[in-house]
């Protein structure tokens, strides 16, 4: 049985930082995709940050470019999120999604996404 366990999110003020875990368990980590998303109440699901099975590509969303980090650690089956300078707007649940590598692979996609987390609440005071 796949688990994706999301954990690290809490209340801080804006320009703190948070790192945000996943750990894996029921898959063979270094095998997958993994991506963060985010999501706010009444909003879509949004793309936050990707990196490639073999860790070597990463792609961010616009709006964390520079201030998020997206990482692994295979030895750990955990995936990372380092946030950075967070704002008001970084409000949110945070997902972890995995999914092999296929043909035609869109990060930014959730539909590519075969397996989530639960999410972690981040929440950011003005």
């Known amino acids: 049985q796949v688990r994706l366990i999301e954990s690290g999110g809490e209340m801080v003020q804006a320009g703190a930082s948070l790192k945000l875990s996943c750990a894996s368990s029921g898959l063979t980590f270094p095998n997958y995709h993994m991506a963060w998303f985010r999501q706010s109440p009444g909003k879509e699901r949004e793309f936050v940050a990707a990196i490639t099975w073999h860790g070597e590509t990463t792609d961010y969303a616009d709006s964390v470019k520079g201030r998020f980090t997206i990482s692994k650690d295979n030895a750990e089956n955990t995936l990372y999120l380092q946030m950075d300078t967070l704002t008001p707007e970084d409000t949110a649940v945070y997902y972890c999604?995995?999914?092999?590598?296929?043909?035609?692979?869109?990060?930014?996609?959730?539909?590519?996404?075969?397996?989530w987390g639960q999410g972690t609440q981040v929440t950011v005071a003005s």
């Open positions: 999604a995995f999914v092999l590598p296929s043909f035609n692979y869109r990060p930014r996609v959730p539909h590519e996404y075969e397996y």
